[in-house]
């Protein structure tokens, strides 16, 4: 069964802790995605990977740090200087040619208090 | 840089009736996606619509492209409850010379559907 899993669904955490969250793929796409949902607002893009041990930032990279060691692998990294970090971050995954669409995982809802 | 608007952003539609939801877009974007969203869910992947002029139909769902106009559609005949949802369109900047890596959504349409 291909997908994207992603790890945990909750997460909740003290302001000043790190956090990492999973992401893992068995669809054999070269890029993989990290977006971040506020209520009510459309995703915005956190950073993303086009091959392996290469990445770059996207529009709200700032508090965030990602690694791609593994082509299935793409683990995003709240650190405690991300101002605001609870939201939902989903993760998505794409080939790189024809449609590029992006197929994403269930999410990790993350609470910081 | 290519922003992305959509609207309504709130739509209460009733059972059988027809509507179209609006996806406007600011620069050059040669690719536009459709996705369906679920409370507390995680989005779906409804259209993808690669060229001026492409129609794509699912349903009580058909999307469309004008690349124009920077305008993208769906439209929505006889609702039923189960189309419930919120929508999001997304494009991509810089068409197939750019950066394909990102996606820029708009804010989402959430669509309520009354018997």
């Known amino acids: 069964d291909g997908g994207i899993t992603q790890s945990p669904k909750y997460l909740f955490r003290k302001e000043g802790q790190n956090v990492t969250l999973s992401c893992e793929q068995n669809?054999?796409?070269?890029?993989m995605y990290w977006y971040r949902q506020d209520p009510g607002q459309g995703l915005r893009l956190i950073y993303y990977?086009?091959?392996?041990?290469?990445?770059q930032k996207g529009d709200i990279a700032e508090g965030y740090s990602v690694s791609r060691e593994k082509k299935e692998s793409f683990p995003l990294t709240v650190t405690s200087a991300q101002k605001n970090p609870t939201a939902f971050y989903l993760c998505?995954?794409?080939?790189?040619?024809?449609?590029?669409?992006?197929?994403f995982g269930p999410g990790t809802r993350l609470t910081v208090t | 840089e290519l922003k992305v608007e959509q609207n309504p952003l709130f739509l209460s539609m009733q059972e059988g009736k027809n509507y179209t939801i609006y996806c406007n877009y600011s620069?050059?974007?040669?690719?536009l996606y459709w996705y369906r969203q679920d409370p507390g869910k995680s989005l779906e992947s409804l259209f993808v619509?690669?060229?001026?002029?492409a129609v794509k139909q699912e349903g009580r769902l058909m999307a469309s492209l004008d690349t124009k106009a920077r305008l993208s559609t769906l439209h929505i005949t006889a609702a039923v409850h189960d189309l419930s949802a919120t929508y999001f369109c997304?494009?991509?900047?810089?068409?197939?010379?750019?950066?394909?890596?990102?996606?820029?959504f708009g804010k989402g349409t959430k669509l309520s559907v009354k018997p």
């Open positions: 619509l690669l060229s001026n002029g």
């Open positions: 998505a995954s794409s080939i790189l040619h024809n449609s590029y669409e992006q197929y």
């Open positions: 997304a494009g991509a900047p810089g068409g197939y010379g750019g950066s394909q890596g990102n996606l820029i």
């Open positions: 669809l054999n796409h070269d890029a």
């Open positions: 990977s086009q091959i392996v041990n290469d990445f």
């Open positions: 620069t050059t974007s040669d690719r």
